[in-house]
């Protein structure tokens, strides 16, 4: 495993990096794992802490973690070799593609989902009201499923606002890309995405989970903080859809994906390029957070540069692509800096500590 030949091949190298991590956990606390990859090789996978307090099996470079909103890179993934098959085109609407969709689907393009510029309303929110005044419906052991999220959204009569005229995160956007995913090749999101991402890559322990059809390999349990002590706090109502954030992963399949990405194994390199060209609105207007706080909106009023399921702002001068993931009882974040060959990846199953500031410092350590 990477763990082993990794970290043992380059102690002396990585002391440094080891010196960021190595005091946020204990034998007996959640934790996290650590990826950095320099010029095509593993530099550095470790594990911190454990997977769960009853077990205290310790994390490696094999232990899956929920890798949260860091799926919807898979997700743009699958959605651009559909569009490279010629089976899918990013000009095509939500009621081409879902005939009973409301009339506000006829301008929404799958262009607009994959770049959040589609404002189609939260599914958070139409659970809350939909959920208003009755016993709860969607509860951990009774998840919501991406099917209910597409029929309280073909509940409404009118998105968040026009296409194309703001940018606004978009969880809903994401798992409606996983249902045209499915709808258009035939088959269940997750099968397409082990058909056509994971096992050529042999991603072997990589899945979409889908409680009842698959189990999880080495998995990580989620844990948050409480009162100084950690609770159990593994899943959520929402903890079931998929295209926004239902895959889980570990450090070596995701060392394979890193190598990918930067091979063009999977799509050539002018393919490629859309997912890594920074959105604009149909104005030709840069876009930007929405103002009001809350929820996913991680700088209010401030400039975002996002393409299909890639964060796009550069650090330090230095182009970067990178996207977090944040869930009931996860945080993890990937940070790739194309030209200089570094890609970091922090996955932790607690929910007090920052991977993205925690990948940055390691960056700077390698960037030095």
Not at 2 to 11: G, T
Not at 202 to 216: C, E, P, Q, S, Y
Request: with cysteine.
């Amino acid at each position: 495993m990477l763990f082993v030949s990794a970290c043992a091949a380059f102690a002396a190298d990585t002391a440094p990096l080891d010196r960021v991590f190595a005091p946020l956990a204990t034998q007996s606390t959640p934790g996290l794992a650590v990826l950095v990859r320099q010029d095509g090789r593993t530099i550095f996978a470790h594990g911190y802490g454990v997977r769960d307090l009853k077990s205290l099996i310790k994390i490696d470079s094999a232990t899956n973690f929920r890798l949260a909103s860091f799926t919807k890179q898979f997700t743009a993934m699958a959605v651009m070799l559909l569009v490279h098959d010629g089976r899918l085109r990013y000009d095509q609407t939500l009621t081409q593609i879902f005939p009973d969709f409301p009339a506000y689907g006829k301008a929404i393009t799958v262009r607009h989902l994959l770049t959040h510029t589609g404002g189609l309303p939260d599914y958070e929110d139409l659970m809350d009201a939909f959920e208003k005044g009755k016993p709860p419906i969607w509860i951990t052991t009774r998840q919501i499923q991406d099917h209910e999220v597409l029929e309280l959204l073909k509940r409404e009569t009118h998105a968040k606002f026009s296409p194309g005229a703001s940018w606004d995160y978009s969880n809903s956007g994401y798992v409606v890309l996983g249902l045209i995913v499915a709808k258009i090749s035939g088959q269940p999101f997750e099968d397409f995405l082990r058909a056509r991402i994971f096992q050529p890559l042999h991603m072997d322990r990589t899945l979409a989970f889908v409680a009842g059809k698959n189990t999880i390999p080495d998995r990580a349990f989620g844990h948050s903080k409480r009162n100084g002590a950690f609770i159990d706090t593994d899943q959520s109502p929402t903890s079931a859809t998929l295209g926004d954030g239902g895959v889980y992963a570990n450090l070596d399949d995701l060392a394979k994906w890193d190598a990918a990405l930067a091979a063009h194994t999977l799509l050539g390199e002018d393919e490629m390029q859309p997912a890594l060209t920074p959105a604009k609105l149909a104005s030709g207007a840069p876009t930007f957070w929405p103002s009001t706080p809350g929820g996913d909106n991680l700088a209010p009023g401030k400039p975002v540069s996002y393409g299909f399921g890639w964060f796009l702002e550069p650090y330090r001068g230095d182009r970067r692509m990178w996207h977090y993931g944040s869930t009931s009882g996860f945080h993890t974040v990937i940070e790739r800096f194309p030209e200089r060959k570094l890609t970091i990846i922090v996955l932790t199953n607690r929910t007090d500590l920052d991977p993205a500031a925690l990948a940055l410092q390691a960056a700077d350590v390698n960037l030095r």
